[in-house]
């Protein structure tokens, strides 16, 4: 038994309220991480709509952040586009971008799309250092933009506006995902997923789902990647590897795959895990350089051992076993 939609939305309120009280708390590091946190939520969410909900697997989705964080950098930096415009405008284009890659994409299932997706987030980091587009991306030496202020002389310092601008980006992008996916098309997108022979036998049209559905995955992470080049104010071919790719998979995962508010907890375990296992590995001393990945894989291990399902999935049996044992 999963809790009824009044406490859910209750909570996710009460998770809303805390969020826009935090920037009035925290200090400016905080806050910067506090909007990575939720920049990472977004990819998240575009990509669990792709494969938790739709059971299309992805490893190339780095590479759409890469194309929505170059975009809104080149429209702001070079061309003098309001970040406001500029951020929506690029997420466009990565919607295109996916739009047309689910084409092919649909010839492929299972471990072919992955490593198709594969190969694009391996070629999209040399594309972009490439010396023939070095008047627009920069080469490696990437692209520099100013991080806006807040608006209207609003009391508020960059950090925070910029918090409040992830935020609110977050939480829009959230309640869209979720009246997608409890609508006609996210049931049938599930259907897809399930059972896609019936699926196409009621009449389910395949191709334009799952093409749409790709180029909605990847609109979300192209707006998660222009509001990262927003808050970090660089972009550069070197943050966009394969490793950006493979830890939003990671995300998903440890999240819970077709929960919508289980991106946070993935978010918040890309966010820190690294970091706790950086300072785990100093406290062994000089000879345990090569030690914070070894430490990373095994806290991974030890949360998919203790929660399978993700954190989501563990919560839900959580809830379950209290409402039983009432």
Known sequence: MSPSPAPRTLLTLAVFAAALVFPFLASGYHLYQGAQVLILAIALLGLNLLTGFNGQISLGHGAFFAIGGYGAAILTAKLGVPYFVAIP????????A???FGFPALRFGG???ALATF???VATPQI???RGFDAWTGGSSGVSLMKPYAPFALPLTTDQWLYLVCLISAALLYFAARNLVVSRIGRALIALRDQPVAAETMGVNAALLKTTCFGMSALYAGVAG???ALAVGFVSPESFGLALSLSFLVGIVVGGLA???GVLFGALFIEFVPNLADQMSVTFGESAKALPGAIYGVLLILAMAVMPAGVAGALRAVVRRTVHSR
């Open 89 to 96: 405008l690029a997420s466009l284009v990565c919607f295109g």
């Open 98 to 100: 996916g739009f047309l």
């Open 111 to 113: 471990l072919y799309l």
């Open 119 to 121: 190969a694009l987030a």
């Open 128 to 130: 972009l250092a490439y």
């Open 226 to 228: 222009g509001l990262s």
């Open 259 to 261: 929960s919508l508010g």
